[in-house]
């Protein structure tokens, strides 16, 4: 049998004659993810590995995507007109265009199941630009990208595939440098929004109940805010932008 991490993209061979006959886990050997294999007959491939030979990034829901390239386009202009109002004004402060003038228009992957479409629909209506893995490999292909910096996910994300934990784990085992530039966000029923100890605990950034979703734009914008404001000196001494 032959089977493929989801996380580092290795392929593995079984031997037939040792393959359980239900579900089974296999630690990878390169980067020592935990590997769930859905259980299959001998001889067959593993309709996880299917899944994963079948990987693409996760794809954006198109509803806003002129929108959101014209948004883009003008933040991007407006940033480097900003860098040259400094070059050429060192001695004083620049205020034509300031961060507090513009939001940065932002990217989001959803790694969610049953409020996927409620989440897409609402964060779509705020201007973010929407990317909806169906698989853990497909959330993945989208984060090797580097472009999509606010992920949201929930515990019932490709349960077949262990995906919120698989997801969960990605993240864990990131350099911390990696691990700044992602912002984590767990939905889910039983948490309590903007908990940031039981956040900070579970190495989240976010936490937000599932009756919340219809205020995610503004608990998000809040959040990021506090953030940036946090890691402001750091993100400026390490010549990279805001999330």
Request: charged residues 25%; glycine residues 6%.
């Amino acid at each position: 049998m032959n089977i493929r991490c989801d996380s580092c993209s290795v392929s593995l061979q079984l031997d037939e004659d040792k393959v359980p006959a239900g579900n089974f886990t296999v630690r990878c050997p390169r980067c020592q993810n935990m590997i769930r294999v859905t259980g299959a007959a001998k001889s067959e491939i593993s309709p996880t590995v299917q899944q994963l030979e079948r990987s693409a990034p996760a794809p954006a829901v198109p509803d806003n995507a002129q929108e959101f390239s014209s948004k883009e386009s003008e933040f991007q202009i407006n940033n480097a007109l900003r860098s040259l109002l400094t070059a050429l004004n060192s001695e004083q402060q620049v205020k034509s265009v300031t961060d507090d003038d513009e939001i940065k228009p932002r990217r989001v992957l959803l790694c969610l199941g049953a409020n996927e479409p409620a989440v897409s629909k609402v964060l779509l209506g705020a201007g973010f630009k929407v990317y909806v893995a169906e698989t853990p490999a497909q959330a993945n292909e989208r984060l090797r990208e580097g472009k999509t910096e606010i992920v949201i996910y929930s515990p019932d994300f490709g349960a077949e595939f262990g995906g919120g934990t698989i997801l969960q784990q990605k993240i864990n085992k990131m350099h911390p440098a990696e691990r700044r530039r992602i912002f984590l966000v767990s939905l889910e029923d039983g948490g309590a929004t903007l908990n940031a100890h039981d956040a900070f605990l579970r190495n989240l950034n976010l936490i937000v109940n599932t009756t919340d979703v219809n205020q995610l734009p503004m608990i998000l914008s809040r959040a990021l805010r506090d953030y940036n404001d946090l890691y402001h000196y750091f993100n400026k001494a390490a010549g990279v932008g805001a999330i």
